[in-house]
């Protein structure tokens, strides 16, 4: 059996290794584009920010690694056509300009996604740089380096993470993004207000609500003009988002409309010898049952291992995602899980909602930081469909366990008796996940 793989970041990582054990004999050859795999660009910002000094720890595999399980890999090569009918793939090496022709039995198309480049005038200037890959990080800390007024634009998890980075760093920095409010589609506005605050009380200036309109400069970006006036600046990172890499595939299977490749539950395309994970691809979303685009390493390392087992025949199936996921500024620590009621509004769900703010452990303990809990449910099912917390003290691992919550059905009277443990050092005797259902209870 030929097996072609093309892109090794999480999704193509984890399927290349789960099938090289499982299937001994087959023929794996992998496909990249760049000259490293497996980069965790989740610590992009960290490594910006020089909190992570040694980027090798940025990558947990390597084309050495691949090579010693008996993986041909192909770095620095581009796929440029792929013959569904026949089964071909034709490609370049980067490095010699060499054409490369390939057959395969089974396809995986784990070419990740790439980021947003919005049509603005002048977004080709130097010192306007994009923030995804290994090669992107290493360039955004050389050109940071004489920077002394750093614009990011995009208020996403990437983009926040970079202010903090760069603000520590001495930098003055403005943040911009077309909607109002900052990680709109992570949280809602009561969260998103704290993380603001945190931002404007030292110093960062959001201009929030704004688009960009153009990038101003003689060869290198001097200012950015937004609708709502003009930022002198020298450095512009844009994290606007990000698009599946799925051009090689349009017309060939089915995609969502962003282009995100849709899968069965077995991680299938509508062509049955071609199986797709992470990035490229549209999952399960559990609190609406729909496919959706979650871009997150933890979706890619789950999707790419189930390629792996289900490659051959349909063994076991993805049970979808929650779109969970956590993010630390400053001293907050936050996370969240399926519908925000923002989500829920725009996807015209309706939910009800529970809020407490209480603190994380007894007042008798030296110490006991506020916590923010909200959680989301169905009023008609009682079934929880999202939650968020804040709080300085980190009870993110709270938000781990409302996915499965959510995952399993749960409701949310059934989530005020469930059995958590009592320790002064950790909780209350009634944990706070308790008390948020059994506020519900008395709503």
Not at 307 to 328: C, Y
Request: aromatic fraction near 6%.
């Amino acid at each position: 059996m030929k097996i072609a793989v093309i892109g090794s970041t999480h999704a193509g990582t984890a399927a290349v290794t789960n099938m090289a054990q499982m299937y001994p004999d087959a023929e794996i050859t992998v496909y990249e584009r760049n000259d490293n795999v497996s980069f965790l660009s989740c610590g992009l910002a960290l490594y910006v920010g020089g909190v992570v000094e040694d980027p090798k720890g940025l990558f947990y595999s390597s084309p050495e690694k691949l090579q010693s399980l008996g993986v041909n890999v192909k770095m620095q090569h581009d796929v440029k056509e792929i013959d569904t009918e026949n089964k071909r793939i034709e490609a370049v090496n980067l490095v010699t300009g060499e054409a490369v022709s390939d057959s395969y039995d089974k396809l995986v198309m784990s070419t990740g996604s790439w980021p947003v480049i919005p049509p603005i005038e002048g977004i080709r200037l130097d010192n306007v740089l994009l923030a995804k890959n290994y090669n992107q990080a290493n360039t955004i800390i050389e050109k940071s380096k004489d920077a002394k007024h750093v614009t990011i634009v995009g208020a996403g998890y990437i983009g926040v993470e970079l202010v903090e980075a760069f603000e520590q760093a001495g930098k003055k920095v403005t943040l911009i993004d077309g909607v109002d409010r900052i990680l709109n589609k992570y949280l809602d506005e009561e969260f998103t207000d704290q993380v603001e605050k945190a931002f404007t009380d030292r110093g960062v200036e959001l201009r929030l609500g704004e688009t960009v309109t153009r990038f101003e400069g003689n060869g290198s970006v001097e200012a950015v003009v937004t609708s709502g006036g003009r930022i002198e600046t020298d450095l512009v990172i844009m994290c606007v988002g990000f698009r599946p890499n799925t051009d090689l595939l349009k017309g060939k299977v089915e995609m969502l409309e962003n282009g995100a490749i849709t899968v069965d539950e077995y991680m299938r395309t509508s062509n049955p010898d071609i199986l797709a994970a992470g990035d490229c691809c549209a999952v399960k979303y559990n609190p609406t049952g729909k496919p959706a685009y979650i871009p997150l390493a933890t979706n890619a390392v789950r999707m790419g291992t189930l390629v792996a087992r289900n490659l051959v025949k349909p063994v076991m199936k993805n049970v979808g995602t929650q779109g969970t996921s956590g993010l630390h500024i400053y001293d907050l620590n936050m996370a969240s899980t399926g519908l925000t009621e923002t989500a829920a509004e725009a996807a015209g769900i309706h939910v009800k909602s529970i809020t407490i703010n209480e603190k994380h452990r007894p007042d008798f303990m030296p110490t006991a930081e506020n916590v923010m809990l909200k959680v989301s449910y169905d009023p008609e099912t009682r079934k929880i469909a999202g939650a968020q917390v804040l709080s300085k003290a980190d009870v993110t691992q709270s938000i781990n366990t409302l996915s499965v919550c959510i995952q399993t059905g749960m409701t949310i009277d059934e989530l005020g008796f469930v059995d958590f443990f009592f320790q002064p050092h950790f909780n209350q005797p009634w944990n706070f996940l308790n008390k948020a259902g059994l506020a519900a209870v008395a709503q």
